[in-house]
């Protein structure tokens, strides 16, 4: 009953090669997110998305793409990895504001770690 | 551009000690703020969210408040135990989308 899970846990590959991580949540929120946490455990915002609007962080390579083939999944693919993409990658869901405005909070996966050799 | 700082970086404490951890962030045009812990090799637990409305929010030993306008936030954590040993990270949403702007994490430890 898991409510945010990612696959795989670990991925282990080398520099150049195109990979994917898949993330679905079973908990019925509208928006996803991925989050990249550095080497020193700091975390940032990669993209959100709900069926409206993807937004994306400027900084992010255009190597990083989303893709939402539902509202329960936003898979991330990345192209030609290269050293620099080793880090752990979350991935995050939240319901939309309330009727207030009021934001919900934002629940997580365990995160999928990728080292580049 | 926001940016949230969490001092202190790393606290050690015996077992039963309330404890405060703080955070702060400098644009005061905040959505909400929200704390999370993270244990090793493991996701983020939400712990607390406080509304931009809001001045605090309490679960259990937990205990959050948040001034906007000085831009702070404070988590107390009463009688600590050694199963609260984690990372607690400190999260500011600044826009309808939702996206988190992180602190870099307070590590704290307590000892039995």
């Known amino acids: 009953d898991t409510a945010v899970s990612q696959t795989p846990k670990y991925l282990v590959t080398q520099m150049g090669n195109d990979k994917s991580i898949k993330c679905e949540q079973n908990?019925?929120?509208?928006?996803m997110y991925w989050y990249k946490q550095d080497s020193k455990k700091f975390l940032k915002i990669m993209f959100s998305?709900?069926?409206?609007?993807?937004?994306i962080n400027e900084t992010v390579p255009n190597r990083f793409s989303p893709k939402s083939p539902d509202k329960a999944h936003l898979n991330l693919h990345i192209n030609s990895l290269e050293l620099g993409d080793s880090a752990v990658y979350f991935c995050?869901?939240?319901?939309?504001?309330?009727?207030?405005?009021?934001?919900?909070?934002?629940?997580f996966g365990d995160g999928t770690r990728l080292s580049i050799l | 551009k926001q940016e949230v700082t969490q001092i202190p970086a790393a606290l050690s404490v015996p077992e039963g000690e309330n404890l405060v951890l703080n955070c702060s962030f400098t644009?005061?045009?905040?959505?909400?703020l929200q704390w999370f812990r993270q244990d090793p090799g493991k996701g983020l637990t939400s712990l607390l969210l406080?509304?931009?409305?809001?001045r605090e929010q309490t679960s259990g030993r937990l205990n959050a408040s948040l001034d906007k306008s000085s831009g702070r936030s404070t988590l107390y954590i009463a009688a600590s135990q050694p199963g609260d040993s984690a990372t607690y990270l400190c999260?500011?949403?600044?826009?309808?989308?939702?996206?988190?702007?992180f602190g870099k994490g307070t590590k704290l430890s307590v000892k039995p």
């Open positions: 406080i509304q931009s409305s809001q």
């Open positions: 998305y709900n069926n409206k609007e993807l937004i």
């Open positions: 908990l019925g929120h509208d928006t």
């Open positions: 995050a869901s939240s319901q939309e504001p309330s009727p207030r405005g009021e934001a919900q909070p934002q629940h």
């Open positions: 644009d005061s045009a905040i959505y909400n």
């Open positions: 999260a500011v949403t600044g826009g309808s989308q939702g996206n988190l702007i």
